[in-house]
């Protein structure tokens, strides 16, 4: 292999010996972060859902509201 085209930190990447237990360790950590992440944007989600639902209720009370106590027909 030529190394010609390749800077030296390249070079030493290619010839490092990679520590797999550590590889393994960091992958099983992203794993464990991407769940945690889902799991929370779900419930993000959910929250979203009941605080709009919450808000699309006092929104059609003060309507029904202003159309009971309307004066102008």
Known sequence: MSYSAL?????????????ISKLVDSQQKLH???????ALV?????LDKVFLDFCEEQVNRIIEHIM???TVE
């Open 7 to 19: 800077s030296n930190e390249d070079i030493e990447f290619l010839k490092a010996k990679p520590n």
């Open 32 to 38: 464990t972060s991407v769940k945690e992440t889902m």
């Open 42 to 46: 779900r419930r993000a989600y959910e």
């Open 68 to 70: 009971e106590n309307s």
